[in-house]
Every structure is written in structure tokens, then in C-alpha cells.
């Protein structure tokens, strides 16, 4: 809408970047971090480091939700909170193909998957 860009120096190799609304996680070889948006002004785009979970994660595709991030693997998603602990873990008989994060109220976001 207002065409800005911004620019956020992580100064490491970037593998995976996850948005949502306010939120973007990025994920380093050794850590992932999770930015807000300050909500002084929404059209003011200064991401803000939020939470740095310390772990080294090989997932297949990362999405972040208001609370937490979601990790996918090739039969399994976890659901980590931003403090880096495992909420939740579904493992699935089938690959997982498509994930697709659904909006929903903070902390019932649904996703859609395909098998």
C-alpha cells in the first residue's frame, strides 16, 4: 500500500522467512528470530526483534502465527510457542504437500493441509 521497503540485517545466511500480519520469523542456520511490528503506527514498517529461539531446526517449511511457529516436516508438524518449548506434534501416516496458515483469533489460527 504505501511502497516502502525495509531492510533487516541479520548478518547470516537466511534459509526460511515466515510472515503474518504483524509478525515475520526468520530462520538462521543456529537460531530463529521473531519480529513485530511496532503498533505505534501501522503503516510504519520498523520490525522490532520480538523472540530468539536458540536451536538449530531442519524443517521442510516454517510458518509463524500470532503465538507460535509451525514446523513441518515431511510426516510431522510441530507447533513451538515463541519460547522455543514443543506445544504440540501431529505425526501423519502420509507427506505432507501443502500447509497453508488460515486466519483465525490470536492463538486459534487454523491451518489447511494436504496430504
Known sequence: ???????????????????????????????IIIYAIQPDDPFDMKYKAHKKINKRIDCNNLFVTSQNLVLVFEKKIQ????TGILTKEWILESFIRYVKVISGPPKKESLLVGL
Open 79 to 82: 507447533l513451538l510457542a515463541f
Open 1 to 31: 500500500m504505501t511502497e516502502t521497503r525495509v531492510k533487516i540485517r541479520c548478518r547470516d545466511y537466511i534459509k526460511k522467512i515466515a510472515i503474518y500480519k504483524d509478525r515475520l520469523a526468520v530462520q538462521l542456520p543456529e537460531k
